[in-house]
């Protein structure tokens, strides 16, 4: 079964909007790592954020993880066209194995 | 430094073929993983590989697919025998040696989009 779980499924902005997406899990985490994917494309690294951490950030991203609540939010910033793709979390319940979420599909408009 | 390598990038097979799908890891990396992604899905772990031993491979089916990482050259995946529900985005990514840095991130490929007419 799947641990972590996107919400939504999918995102429709403006440019220069913020885009907040959430997820969900259910085990005990080592880390939580978001990656994007562009459609038909591979999957580029975001940010990892370790289950002894609140908060991170990176450029325009900032990732919570709440693990008493077992879920994390990753916030856009400022969005641009560019940030059109499938944005998935991944579990690491210290085994190696990333357990991927169905996504959230962000679209943003110009 | 270049980032991990996949090839074929698509690959069509008839059913009943075989299907083989490459992996180079980044360099310095021994840790070798394969996903598998159906449409509209997230990926789901296969195998999880180090140089020439295979860690894990719980999440591969037990018939007709195989992994391999040897001492000299790229992982392979091999399916055998596919059928149409092997359709499917396979991804491969990498993780450098347990005692490096960034251990915990893995960094994927390109994907191999396997179709099976």
């Known amino acids: 079964s799947q641990q972590g779980e996107e919400d939504p499924q999918a995102l429709s902005i403006q440019e220069g909007e913020n885009a907040t997406m959430n997820c969900s899990y259910k085990?005990?985490?080592?880390?939580l790592q978001w990656y994007r994917q562009n459609s038909g494309r591979g999957l580029v690294h975001l940010i990892l954020?370790?289950?002894?951490?609140r908060e991170k950030h990176s450029g325009r991203l900032r990732v919570t993880l709440d693990t008493s609540k077992k879920s994390s939010s990753l916030l856009i910033t400022a969005s641009r066209a560019a940030d059109t793709a499938s944005y998935f979390c991944?579990?690491?319940?210290?085994?190696?194995?990333?357990?991927f979420g169905a996504g959230t599909t962000v679209t943003v408009r110009a | 430094n270049a980032g991990v390598m996949q090839n074929p990038r698509h690959l069509v097979r008839r059913r009943g073929q075989e299907a083989r799908l490459r992996c180079s890891p980044m360099?310095?990396?021994?840790?070798v993983y394969w996903y598998r992604q159906l449409p509209e899905e997230g990926l789901k772990f296969m195998v999880y590989?180090?140089?020439?031993?295979?860690?894990?491979e719980s999440g591969m089916p037990k018939e007709r697919f195989s992994a391999e990482f040897p001492k000299e050259g790229p992982s392979i995946l091999r399916i055998q025998q596919v059928v149409r529900g092997d359709s499917a985005a396979y991804f491969c990514?990498?993780?450098?040696?347990?005692?490096?840095?960034?251990?915990?991130?893995?960094?994927f490929g390109p994907g191999t989009r396997l179709t099976v007419l």
């Open positions: 990514a990498s993780s450098p040696p347990t005692s490096g840095e960034n251990t915990d991130t893995q960094y």
């Open positions: 085990t005990s985490i080592n880390n």
């Open positions: 954020i370790r289950s002894n951490e």
């Open positions: 991944a579990t690491d319940a210290r085994d190696y194995k990333l357990s």
């Open positions: 360099k310095g990396h021994s840790h």
């Open positions: 590989l180090q140089k020439e031993n295979i860690i894990d």
